[in-house]
């Protein structure tokens, strides 16, 4: 009995085959890093053959959703801010608001604003979950 699968990645409708050896079951293991944020999931169509004189064979479809880890640091929409503001503003003047955003998925909706330095005095403040 031999195996032969093809994938196709739905993001980028590429194809590829490949044979395995001959074994009484299938077992789908990776050969590569997988990153959720280049594909999301992939559909695997396996088909099983037998050795017969005329050979018969049969398949089944598989999807795969890969899991998310949180491996990418957020990044902000610009590398550095300038803002500026007058002396003697009075209170509550927004300063400059940040935005960020995160790849991995299940961290997107989580970040968290703060300023760490800079800031002796308690002059500014940040919203943490809006950046403003």
Known sequence: MSWSMQARNQNRNEKAEWIVPVQISGTIETVDLLDRETTSHYWL???????????????IEIYIEIGDVNDN????????????????????????????????????????????SGNPQGFFFMNPKTGE
């Open 73 to 116: 640091a957020p990044q902000t929409t610009r590398p550095v801010y300038y803002p500026e503001v007058m002396e003697n503003s009075p209170k509550d003047v927004s300063v400059i608001h940040i935005e960020a955003a995160d790849a991995d998925s299940s961290s997107n909706d989580k970040l968290t604003y703060r300023i760490t």
């Open 45 to 59: 169509t396996v088909y099983a053959t037998d050795c017969g004189v005329v050979p018969l064979s049969s398949f």
